[in-house]
Nanobody, 125 residues
Framework: DVQLQASGGGLVQAGGSLRLSCATSGFTFDDYGIGWFRQAPGKERKGVGCISPSDGSTYYADSSVKGRFTVSRDGAKNSVFLQMNTLKPEDTAVYYC?????????????????WGQGTQVTVPA
């Protein structure tokens, strides 16, 4: 079975950093694009960034995270990471990782087939 497990969330002060992990299993890691999404309270789920595990190419959804968030992967661990720096209160959300059988999945949630449970990130104002 395809499984993804996100972890690493927590409470962090504004300006701080967190590194989220997405451990995957049940599929050939290099064959699946992995995306990170987030959902703030009362809002729809939105794409953050994605990576092609086969070649490491990345794409970020919008200017609000570019330069602050970095998606990376570790093929030996079948894991993808989201390094989040200079966190802001508006980054508060539940963060999810997802996978799709494609070179890279993009940042539209409907493109993805498999989802992990979310991990909460809270940045107090």
């Amino acid at each position: 079975d395809v499984q993804l497990q996100a972890s690493g969330g927590g409470l962090v002060q504004a300006g701080g950093s967190l590194r989220l992990s997405c451990a995957t299993s049940g599929f050939t890691f290099d064959d699946y694009g992995i995306g990170w999404f987030r959902q703030a309270p009362g809002k729809e789920r939105k794409g953050v960034g994605c990576i092609s595990p086969s070649d490491g190419s990345t794409y970020y959804a919008d200017s609000s995270v570019k330069g602050r968030f970095t998606v990376s992967r570790d093929g030996a661990k079948n894991s993808v990471f989201l390094q989040m720096n200079t966190l802001k209160p508006e980054d508060t959300a539940v963060y999810y990782c997802a996978s799709v059988n494609a070179v890279i999945g993009g940042t539209v949630s409907g493109s993805y087939d498999y989802w992990g449970q979310g991990t909460q990130v809270t940045v107090p104002a």
